[in-house]
């Protein structure tokens, strides 16, 4: 069975490192990227089967990425996780835009180990 890969969006080192290495733990092949131009060549380039998307990072921000994301006929079907510390703020945001469906799901940091990987498997069934 192929692993299934994740793409880690973060512009925080620690943070990136962090998420790989659990990720890598519970059987994922991770590809990172620091910010939403990075992530964007990452994405034609290792077809992620999920993506966690921090919303604050430099160039291109985590919301300017996920509403690329979903314009894209090609992309928008990839189920996304934002891992952020501004989730309310986020959240709020999200749901004034029609144009832009809600993530898949929200992880606030500090983050919640076991609340992600289950929300994680239960995306990739």
Known sequence: MD?????VVDD????????TALLEDHGYETVTA???????????????????LDITMPEKSGVRFYRELHESPEWR??????????IDEFKQFIHTRRQVPPP?????????????????????Q
């Open 3 to 7: 692993k299934k890969r994740i793409l």
């Open 12 to 19: 925080d080192n620690d943070i990136v490192t962090y998420l």
């Open 34 to 52: 620091q910010d939403g131009v990075e992530a964007t060549e990452r994405l034609a380039a290792e077809r992620p089967d999920l993506i966690c």
């Open 77 to 86: 079907s990839i189920p996304v996780v934002i891992v952020t510390g501004i």
């Open 104 to 124: 898949a799901g929200y992880v606030s940091k500090p983050i919640d180990e076991k609340a992600l990987i289950e929300m994680i498997e239960r995306l990739l």
